[in-house]
């Protein structure tokens, strides 16, 4: 089985605030799922040390 990958990176609201936008992100990976991708992880990003969002990695079969 062969396998495709993709990385996604979903930002914060606002550089001050912690919040994702729960909504946007949700819409986002529903669209995704409906194209084939699976997540596989999600975890946090950052840019020097500051939290900037989460990174998504997402799989489909070729």
Known sequence: MR???KTITFK???FFSGALDAEALTQQ??????DGWELVSICPGSFFGAPVGVIAV???QR
């Open 3 to 5: 396998w495709e990958y």
């Open 12 to 14: 914060k609201r606002s």
């Open 29 to 34: 990976l529903d669209g995704l799922g409906r």
């Open 58 to 60: 997402l799989k489909r």
